[in-house]
C-alpha cells in the first residue's frame, strides 16, 4: 500500500486543510511486518499511513506531557537554559561596558513626600 502526493497541501500553512502548520517530512524506518499492520489499520480507519502516524505521534506528545519525570526534567532544562542566558547577557554588558541587567522582583514604588 502506498500513498501519492499528488495533491498539493490547502495551503502552505495546512496540510490538507487539517489544520496542521507548516509541514516537515520525517523518514521511519520500520520493519515489514510493522509497516504492513500500519497499512491494515489506516486502511480500516479510512486514513492514510500519514495520518495515522500524526495521531500516534499526537498521543505519544500528550502522554509525556503529563509524565512527572518529564516535567521535571523540561524545568531542569528551562533553568539550565536561564542560566546560560544570564551569563551570555552578563558577558555582552562586559564586553560594552555598560553594568549588567541586574532581574530583581518588582515592587511598588513608594509615594513620595512620606
Known sequence: ??????????SAASANG???????PLAVRLNESTRTQLDIIAQLGDRT???EV???IEA???????????????????DEIE?????????????FNAP?????????AKPQGT
Open 83 to 95: 542560566r546560560e542566558a544570564t551569563g551570555k547577557r552578563d558577558a555582552i554588558a562586559a564586553i
Open 54 to 56: 500524526r495521531l500516534a
Open 49 to 51: 499511513v500519514t495520518d
Open 18 to 24: 487539517l489544520g496542521y502548520g507548516p509541514i516537515k
Open 60 to 78: 505519544w506528545i500528550d502522554k509525556a506531557r503529563t509524565d512527572p519525570h518529564i516535567q521535571r526534567r523540561a524545568k531542569d532544562v528551562r
Open 1 to 10: 500500500m502506498s500513498e501519492s502526493n499528488t495533491t498539493p497541501p490547502a
Open 100 to 108: 549588567p541587567v541586574v532581574k530583581t522582583p518588582r515592587t511598588p
